[in-house]
């Protein structure tokens, strides 16, 4: 699961005010390389919850995006180039997403999150 995917999803479960951002528990993170694509980055930029995104990517070992970003950065080939690496290249292959509100784990298998609720979570 990339980290685009993970800046995407949130808890569903009934009653849950606060299903955003998933915390991840990391079991195996793989890197895959994927074509630099600048357009799509600064397209993505905007829509990206960028706190998210990099305590996200710190938690899966990467720690080279800053804290908070700004449009201005869009115009740093270095910057541009961590942004692609924690979106794109860091797959999030086994582990965990974990509700931050309830603790409920939804597991990451083969690089799939299993998002589906229980019963009683509907």
Not at 73 to 81: A, G, N, V
Not at 105 to 117: E, Q, R
Request: glycine share 4%; with cysteine.
């Amino acid at each position: 699961m990339r980290l685009l995917t993970h800046n995407m999803l949130s808890s569903n479960i009934k009653g849950v005010a606060n299903g955003f951002p998933l915390k991840i528990e990391v079991e195996k993170v793989v890197q895959q390389e994927v074509d630099f694509n600048i357009d799509f980055l600064k397209n993505m930029f905007y829509k990206v919850e960028w706190k998210a995104l990099a305590e996200a990517s710190r938690t899966m070992g990467y720690a080279e995006l800053p804290e908070n970003a700004d449009a201005a950065m869009l115009e740093s080939d270095d910057f541009l180039h961590k942004f692609h690496h924690a979106l794109l290249e860091l797959h999030l292959e086994e582990g965990a997403l974990v509700c931050p509100e309830t603790g409920r784990k939804f597991p990451v298998t083969k690089g799939i999150p299993n998002m589906l609720l229980h019963e009683d979570e509907v």
